[in-house]
């Protein structure tokens, strides 16, 4: 007698359209992150140009602000298929990204009350997540 291999259920329509809302979301952390830092350096370049036509004139603060604008879109079409309870937390995650980031850019200091907040986020991410429906 030969057992039959039974395949689980594919996941429905609905379940990959969250989870691609959920992979979009992560992603839009990613992109966020690095917008902050291009408008941190295009701050930073804004000291030497200061006014309005600085800032205009500044390709990389035009440059964060347009991937801002990307992340932005992004996270709209996202809120379309998801949990905006799960989705909206998990954008907390760039605070991550924003903190490694900064480290190796601007050579800030990690003290342990910003490596504790960061795990504070990252845990708070991975609760929500769980509670997500099934």
């Known amino acids: 007698m030969s057992a039959i291999a039974t395949n689980p259920a594919p996941a429905t329509t609905s379940e990959q359209a969250r989870r691609r809302a959920v992979l979009m979301v992560v992603f839009c952390t990613f992109l966020g992150a690095a917008a902050q830092i291009l408008m941190k350096l ?8 200061p006014g309005l036509a ?4 500044n390709p990389v603060l035009i440059a964060g602000y347009g991937l801002y604008a990307v992340v932005t879109a992004l996270i709209v079409v996202a809120f379309k298929d998801g949990e905006l309870s799960v989705l909206y937390p998990i954008l907390s995650l760039s605070y991550l ?5 900064s480290f190796f850019v601007f050579h ?22 769980r509670g997500a429906k099934k």
């Not at 295009?42 to 140009?49: I, N, Q, R, S, Y």
């Not at 600085?54 to 004139?57: K, L, Q």
């Not at 200091?109 to 997540?129: E, F, H, W, Y």
């Open 97 to 101: 990204w924003v903190t490694v980031l």
């Open 108 to 129: 800030d200091t990690l003290n342990a009350d910003k490596l504790i907040g960061v795990a504070v986020i990252i845990c708070g991410v991975a609760v929500l997540g």
């Open 54 to 57: 600085g800032m205009i004139t």
């Open 42 to 49: 295009g701050a930073d370049h804004a000291k030497a140009h």
